[in-house]
């Protein structure tokens, strides 16, 4: 599936939904079309929360949900393979193999191998469209399996880890994760409303920096709630596009953010980007993934920790906490200890 | 038709598409300033002249390079083979490339090493179908040719699709559909001073040759009599041609049509005496090149993927050929 498709299923899906509504309220609050009431969507028979021994998880949001609230009960990554790199990990989490993820035809775990792990529970966390819906419909009636669909969205995360706690029975876990979720939301919240809205920025992508989410996207979600406005911005299309350097140009963002090392030195060294200030004036930002994105790549929990990053960097009032704040959160969410030394190799650029 | 007074609108279409190409575009530069950085003023806003020189004009000259470099090898495989079903990838060079680069995504690497797997891959793959078609003597040479390219495309395409499945769905597998789709807004100065020599060192032979590719369109036996080597001309058309896109293929990713629908509008317009057909085919392929681009970069904010619109505009075209003309 391209994003480019996605983005084109978007807007029919749109235009199919106002236009039943009758163009009227709908079309008035476009939240309202997408405004989902439910952020669990169990299929199958679900187990009781005591009695989970061992979940699933379908896919890379998934694996950043389940690792946060109960690394015990996971099985493996569905994306992950930690062995090489990524020292700062607790060894145990390190050690849990990569299954391959579950996700209808672009499956890379097979049904049978699926019922040899014999999971008690399926997870999947992120985009809760039809097209998951059925995904899991038929997991469900193949396997047996019970099968939970978790709404991704990054503004839910506090709900989004309290609920799916109570499934598997993990509350004080997952109160003490959304107490920090929703601290780190509500300061980007504030931040939004006074000086992030004065801001825009570019999300580049690809080996030149030319490929981008566009506004509303998954990727770039993390940094729009920041209130930083997305200079990328289609009103008919989510997802990812490909832009030219002249509408760049055009454009001026104030903040270039990547989280690929060859998109950056080629942003930096490349003459032609030096038309743009951002670039100039050294505002280009390497977020290098660890070998999480902080802040897509996968749009999961872990983006919280890039949300509070990117604040801490444009608000000099957050600096000074920000080591003990991503010490801390290594312990909630990735239950390892991180060094000074590994802060360090961590959030410097190069 | 007459020839003459239509090559001179041809022509004149190619420059009005290369004026097109310069003078349209999403930053704002009036003729004005275009004509000053023409004349190598150097403008009070150092962005107008990064815009123009490092920019639109890298873009313009892609655009016309290999729009006529992709109509010159679909002209010359559609003589060779005898066949006005084949277009320049019909050897498998697109697919080789698009798996070179797609490997290269997949590894992270960088613009350029992605651009030289490419340009690797579909050379590669040119060279494996040469190599097995030499062991099916048995066969109609060129008819083996086709049969192998396709087999071997076909593989490339596995291969293709095996990487995207590996590939990391948030970042790596949108740079590799975005490639394999086509598109010329990363291309800079210095990726043309090196794929614009090359496609021209393609194009060349071909030029030179373009009475002889007539008598390939003979049988064998009959261009043999005429005294013509066509085994060594043959090799020579493969070797060109394959030059051509695939170093249009390593920085420009896979345009489809342009190659296989031109050389048919010119037929019309010429008739099928290459020494006309292939200088209109290039001259056409351009013009279509520079006007999608131009639509491509200009139509939204953000790009359209080029290779959507040639097929967009050249597969509709294709068709109402195919119902209006008895023969091909």
């Known amino acids: ?350 | 038709m007459k020839y003459f007074p239509i090559a001179a609108v041809v022509g004149l279409l190619l420059l009005a598409g290369m004026i097109l190409a310069l003078t349209a575009g999403k930053y704002p530069l009036s003729l004005s300033d275009i004509s000053q950085l023409l004349l190598g003023n150097q403008p009070q806003d150092p962005r107008l002249s990064i815009v123009f020189w490092q920019i639109r004009m890298p873009r313009m000259l892609a655009a016309l390079v290999i729009g006529a470099g992709l109509a010159a090898a679909g002209t010359a495989y559609q003589g060779m083979f005898r066949n006005p079903l084949v277009s320049p990838d019909i050897l498998g060079v697109a697919a080789g490339a698009g798996m070179g680069a797609s490997i290269a995504i997949l590894l992270g690497l960088s613009m350029l090493f992605i651009q030289g797997l490419a340009f690797a891959g579909g050379l590669l793959v040119v060279t494996l179908v040469c190599v097995i078609a030499r062991f099916t003597r048995r066969q109609d040479p060129v008819l083996s040719l086709v049969l192998i390219g396709i087999a071997i495309g076909t593989l490339c395409g596995a291969m293709i699709s095996l990487i995207k499945v590996l590939a990391d769905p948030y970042t790596e597998l949108p740079s590799i559909t975005f490639w394999l789709l086509g598109g010329l807004n990363t291309i800079t100065a210095s990726d043309l001073q090196i794929a614009a020599p090359l496609t021209l060192l393609g194009i060349l032979p071909l030029w030179l040759l373009r009475w002889r590719m007539n008598l390939l369109s003979l049988p064998d036996e009959e261009a043999s009599a005429m005294g013509v080597n066509v085994t060594r001309l043959r090799v020579i058309f493969i070797v060109s041609a394959t030059l051509v896109t695939a170093s249009a293929v390593a920085i420009a990713g896979i345009i489809g049509w342009v190659g296989l629908v031109v050389p048919h509008i010119c037929r019309i317009i010429t008739g099928a005496n290459n020494q006309r057909l292939l200088p209109m085919s290039m001259a056409v392929g351009a013009i279509l090149l520079l006007v999608t681009d131009t639509l491509a970069r200009t139509v939204s904010t953000v790009e359209l993927p080029l290779g959507i619109i040639t097929a967009m505009i050249g597969a509709p075209f294709f068709l109402l050929l195919l119902m209006r003309r008895e023969r091909l």
Not at chain 1, 35 to 62: E, H, T, W
Not at chain 1, 211 to 236: C, F, K, Q, Y
Not at chain 1, 323 to 335: G, I, L, N, V
Request: hydrophobic share 45%; proline share 5%; charged share 15%.
């Open chain 1, 1 to 350: 599936m391209t994003s480019g498709l996605i983005g084109f299923m978007d807007v029919q899906r749109r235009l199919l939904i106002q236009g039943l509504a009758g163009c009227g309220v709908l079309a008035a609050f476009p939240q309202l079309a997408t405004a989902d009431p439910q952020l669990l969507l169990p299929f199958g028979n679900m187990p009781a929360p005591g009695s989970i021994r061992q979940v699933l998880s379908a896919g890379a949001p998934a694996d950043m949900l389940l690792l946060a609230l109960a690394p015990q009960l996971l099985t493996g990554f569905s994306s992950f393979d930690l062995r090489q790199g990524a020292p700062w990990l607790a060894p145990s989490i390190r050690n849990l193999p990569k299954l391959g993820r579950l996700a209808g035809r672009a499956s890379t775990l097979s049904l049978e191998q699926l019922l040899a792990l014999k999971p008690d529970l399926i997870i999947d966390c992120g985009n809760i469209s039809d097209t998951f819906r059925s995904v899991a419909q038929r997991t469900v009636a193949q396997t047996g399996i019970p099968y939970l669909l978790v709404s991704g969205k990054l503004a839910d995360s506090p709900a989004q880890l309290k609920q799916t706690g109570a499934v598997l029975g993990v509350d004080s876990q997952a109160a003490q994760l959304a107490a920090t979720a929703e601290q780190i939301l509500s300061d980007a919240r504030t931040f939004a409303a006074s000086t992030g809205k004065n801001l825009s920025f570019y999300a580049a992508r690809g080996a030149r920096g030319l490929e981008t989410g566009l506004t509303g996207s998954l990727h770039t979600e993390a940094i729009e709630l920041l209130g930083l406005r997305n200079v990328a911005g289609d009103s008919d299309r989510k997802g990812l596009a490909q832009v030219s350097l002249e509408q760049l140009l055009l454009w001026q963002p104030d903040l270039i953010i990547t989280q690929d090392e060859a998109t950056w030195q080629y942003i930096r060294q490349s003459p032609q980007w030096q038309g743009i200030q951002a670039v100039k004036q050294q505002q280009v930002l390497l977020y290098r993934r660890f070998p999480f994105g902080w802040l897509d790549a996968p749009p999961g929990v872990n983006r919280l920790l890039g949300l509070r990053r990117l604040q801490a960097h444009l608000d000099s009032g957050l600096r000074p906490a920000f080591k003990a704040e991503m010490q801390q959160f290594f312990r909630q969410f990735f239950h390892s200890t991180l060094s000074d030394e590994d802060y360090q190799t961590l959030v410097t650029a190069i």
